[in-house]
């Protein structure tokens, strides 16, 4: 393998054309200016793919959220699999739904507060 080559992305499971469940365990989160809200993670169980439904569990409570990019080593992918690590976007999140650092001006996330949290594929 040259030093120019990349791996090829993890790729769906051949003949599966509906989502295995899955679950990430979220590490932290962020704020990615015109991208949106990142989730980072470990994928624990299954698979995720761009344009999956999941829900969300967050302290405030759980949230119907959709799969809108997946960044696996900084690089984009459209699959993470059991295992990865991975940072994933999402829609469907309001203002108020993330926590933020009490006492602040309400534009600080409270990454501290989502640690552990879980996404899995919506039902």
Known sequence: ????????PAAVPAGSDVPVPFELVVDTVFAVPTRGHAFTGTVTSGWVRTGQSAVL???TGEHAVTVTRIDVRRRKAEVAEAGTEAAVYLDGLTRGALPVVPGGDGGLLDAESVRG????SAS
């Open 117 to 120: 949290c879980r996404l899995v």
């Open 1 to 8: 393998m040259g030093i120019f080559s990349r791996r090829t």
């Open 57 to 59: 569990h967050l302290p």
